[in-house]
């Protein structure tokens, strides 16, 4: 029982090229979110998704966008990254049965230079 | 707008005294309260939560929070700490649906 997994675990981007992050989870949970940590800024939601078949922004979705592929994966794309994407990616999921705890990922350290 | 405080961005303490994290919420109704730990490199893992019922919730690793209505407040605390709690602290509110409101977050020292 792997939890959450995330992948890459780094990259480094250069202005304007493209990437997608990858989140798998194998805990049979509903919903799934992508946040960003950025220093002093705690965690801030970029999209989520609550069920199979849907999506939703967060509080900092500009120049973001994700794909829920299925039950398991969730997807985050940069399509031209841009030096302000800079952080560390977490991939998130969770369950009404769990009364909503989240389970993270170990993070995706990107930077755009 | 539903929202986290955690005051200080940085708690020191000595190996053995009691620890306090503080967080205090802006939230309507009865919001679910959370608390996460994060070790450097690593993700966040799950402390404690409060749903309903007794102010005083226990979790992992030693740590408790103490709910209070009155004041808006979810702090975590520890009875003696330990050097390995150094680390960074998230509280959490889930206002409504599904989503999570995280903190800045607080780093906990703990020197020995």
């Known amino acids: 029982n792997a939890g959450v997994t995330q992948t890459p675990k780094f990259q480094v981007l250069k202005t304007g090229q493209s990437m997608t992050l990858q989140c798998a989870q194998d805990?049979?949970?509903?919903?799934m979110y992508w946040y960003r940590q950025d220093p002093g800024m705690g965690l801030r939601l970029i999209y989520y998704?609550?069920?199979?078949?849907?999506?939703d922004k967060g509080e900092v979705p500009n120049g973001y966008n994700v794909s829920r592929l299925n039950k398991r994966e969730f997807s985050l794309r940069l399509e031209s990254a841009a030096p302000s994407q800079t952080s560390v990616y977490f991939c998130?999921?969770?369950?009404?049965?769990?009364?909503?705890?989240?389970?993270f990922g170990p993070g995706t350290r990107l930077t755009v230079t | 707008a539903q929202s986290v405080a955690q005051p200080e961005d940085q708690v020191n303490v000595a190996e053995g005294n009691p620890l306090t994290v503080k967080c205090t919420y802006s939230?309507?109704?009865?919001?679910?309260l959370f608390w996460y730990v994060q070790y450097p490199n690593r993700g966040l893992q799950f402390l404690l939560k409060?749903?309903?019922?007794?102010?005083l919730v226990k979790g992992s690793y030693g740590f408790e929070a103490e709910f209070n209505k009155s004041q808006t407040s979810f702090h975590l605390k520890k009875p003696s700490a330990l050097v390995s709690d150094s680390a960074l602290y998230f509280c959490?509110?889930?206002?409504?649906?599904?989503?999570?409101?995280f903190g800045a977050g607080t780093i906990l020292r703990v020197k020995s």
């Open positions: 998704s609550a069920s199979e078949g849907t999506t």
């Open positions: 959490a509110v889930r206002p409504y649906g599904n989503k999570l409101v």
């Open positions: 998130a999921s969770t369950t009404s049965e769990s009364l909503y705890e989240q389970y």
């Open positions: 409060y749903i309903t019922g007794d102010n």
């Open positions: 805990m049979n949970h509903n919903s």
């Open positions: 939230v309507s109704g009865n919001p679910y």
